[in-house]
């Protein structure tokens, strides 16, 4: 299902730059997270559903691939969906794609649904999990 992916559009500017005229590894963080937010939008039904069962969601691991430099005025498409859900943790993963077609960072980050009750991490169960498991996505959807 096509809306399971967000695809958010964000020039370079120079505040995202280091000394070396790249963008800040740090700032490839901010991105996704711009990315994620515009899933959790896509998906307001998701986020009632987490919010009723007393869930939210909280980052526990983030691995990313930094494959080329992004410079000032690069346009890029952040590429945000779920690959995987576990028994207890889930994986969102990103894809930062330039205009031209190079892939310029991917990530896969782990996340839990924590009980906010109990602060701790929960089962992904029930209808939430049935939701969840309707959004994955094969990481193949990220290159179409």
Same mark, same amino acid.
């Given at each position: 299902?096509?809306?399971? &992916?967000?695809?958010?559009? &964000?020039?370079?500017?120079?505040?995202?730059?280091?000394?070396?005229?790249?963008?800040?590894?740090?700032?490839?963080?901010?991105?996704?997270?711009?990315?994620?937010?515009?899933?959790?939008?896509?998906?307001?039904?998701?986020?009632?559903?987490?919010?009723?069962?007393?869930?939210?969601?909280?980052?526990?691991?983030?691995? @990313?691939?930094?494959?080329?430099?992004?410079?000032?005025?690069?346009?890029?498409?952040?590429?945000?969906?779920?690959?995987? @859900?576990?028994?207890?943790?889930?994986?969102?993963?990103?894809?930062?794609?330039?205009?031209?077609?190079?892939?310029?960072?991917?990530?896969?980050?782990?996340?839990?649904?924590?009980?906010?009750?109990?602060?701790?991490?929960?089962? @992904?169960?029930?209808?939430?999990?049935?939701? &969840?498991?309707? &959004?994955?996505?094969?990481?193949?959807?990220?290159?179409?």
């Amino acid at each position: 299902m096509s809306t399971s &992916l967000s695809r958010v559009h &964000l020039r370079v500017r120079g505040y995202h730059l280091d000394g070396y005229g790249h963008v800040n590894n740090a700032r490839y963080l901010e991105f996704m997270e711009e990315g994620r937010w515009d899933f959790f939008d896509q998906h307001p039904e998701m986020i009632k559903e987490l919010h009723q069962a007393g869930r939210a969601f909280v980052v526990v691991n983030l691995n @990313i691939d930094y494959l080329a430099a992004a410079v000032h005025g690069d346009d890029l498409e952040i590429i945000t969906g779920i690959v995987d @859900i576990g028994e207890r943790s889930g994986v969102c993963h990103h894809r930062i794609v330039r205009k031209d077609g190079a892939v310029i960072a991917r990530a896969d980050l782990t996340f839990v649904l924590l009980d906010m009750r109990a602060n701790k991490a929960a089962a @992904i169960e029930a209808e939430v999990r049935e939701t &969840l498991v309707a &959004l994955t996505l094969p990481k193949e959807a990220f290159s179409a």
